[in-house]
């Protein structure tokens, strides 16, 4: 059974922070795991890829704002967004990567806006 569930808070004001968790029950070796977002009319775009070891990386319109981190104890990665501007406002999605698949969770809608 493969599961991904992003949540957290819908609605913030422009300068505040969020934190989104992404729960992965995955019975396969996980090479890396993404944050994704799809803004309305745009393309889905990477945030920020951290990989198995720890490494990562991160788009420049978020660099210095949000940090992708992963607590393996508690099957849990996360998405820490600090100083977040209107441009953030997307539906946002984790992603996990094994060798044979690519799997998505279901998105969650941050708005930011005064």
């Known amino acids: 059974q493969v599961r991904l569930v992003e949540s957290g808070v819908g609605l913030v004001q422009p300068g505040d922070s969020l934190r989104l968790p992404c729960e992965v029950s995955?019975?396969?070796?996980?090479?890396?795991y993404g944050w994704y977002r799809e803004a309305p009319g745009n393309q889905r775009e990477v945030v920020a890829i951290i990989s198995n070891t720890g490494a990562i990386n991160s788009a420049d319109s978020v660099k210095g704002r949000f940090t992708i981190s992963n607590d393996k104890a508690k099957n849990t990665v996360f998405l820490n967004m600090n100083s977040l501007k209107p441009e953030d406002t997307a539906v946002y999605y984790c992603?996990?990567?094994?060798?044979?698949?690519?799997?998505w969770g279901q998105g969650t809608q941050v708005t930011v806006s005064s």
């Open positions: 995955i019975m396969e070796y996980i090479y890396d």
């Open positions: 992603n996990a990567r094994t060798i044979a698949h690519t799997y």
